[in-house]
C-alpha cells in the first residue's frame, strides 16, 4: 500500500464539531476500502491567502494515510461532491511523520512566545540601530538645514537653473 499526507479546508462557518464528523466520515472509506489512517490533525481555523469560493478562512485538517490508490481516490470523489470541503490536497510520501507535523510545532512555538517579543517596534533586527540625524524633508535637496549657506552653494543651484 502507499503512503499519503492528506489536508482538506472545510469551509470557515461549519463548526468544529461538524469538521470532526467530516474527518470520520472520510476515514471510514478509507477503511472500508482496505486503508488505514496513521495519524490526524485539526489545524483549526486559519485565514488564507485570497479567497477560495467566497471563503476567507477554511478550517484545516490534516490525515496521514496509508492506503490504496483506489480508496484514496474515492475518498476524494467523495470530498469533491460534499459542498462543506472547499479544497483537497494529497501528495504520495516515502515515509510518514512521526509525531506533529510542522504546523503544530508552530502553533507550540508561537503559544509559548510573547507578541511583544517578536520584533516589532523596537529590539528587533533593526529596530536597536541608531539612525541619527536625517536632515530636514523638503527644502534643500541634500543640503543640511542647519549647515549655513556657503557660495559655492549658491553658484550651483544657480548653474542648474
Known amino acids: ?19 470532526e464528523a467530516l474527518t470520520d466520515q472520510f476515514k471510514s472509506i478509507i477503511e472500508q476500502n482496505g486503508g488505514k489512517i496513521a495519524k490526524v490533525e485539526q489545524w483549526g481555523l486559519k485565514s488564507l491567502t485570497f479567497r477560495v469560493r467566497k471563503n476567507r478562512k477554511a478550517h484545516f485538517t490534516l490525515m496521514n494515510i496509508d492506503a490504496p490508490a483506489a480508496a484514496v481516490a474515492e475518498m476524494e470523489r467523495q470530498q469533491r461532491i460534499n459542498e462543506d470541503v472547499i479544497r483537497v490536497l494529497t501528495i504520495r510520501v516515502d515515509e510518514l511523520e512521526e509525531g506533529p507535523s510542522v504546523m503544530m510545532q508552530k502553533r507550540d512555538r508561537d503559544d509559548r512566545r510573547d507578541r511583544d517579543d517578536r520584533g516589532f517596534g523596537g529590539g528587533g533586527r533593526f529596530g536597536d540601530r541608531d539612525r541619527g540625524d536625517r536632515g530636514g524633508f523638503g527644502g534643500g535637496r541634500g543640503r543640511d538645514r542647519d549647515r549655513p549657506r556657503r557660495d559655492d552653494d549658491e553658484t550651483a543651484s544657480a548653474g542648474a537653473e
Open 1 to 19: 500500500m502507499a503512503l499519503y499526507e492528506h489536508v482538506f479546508l472545510a469551509r470557515q462557518d461549519v463548526s468544529s464539531q461538524q469538521v
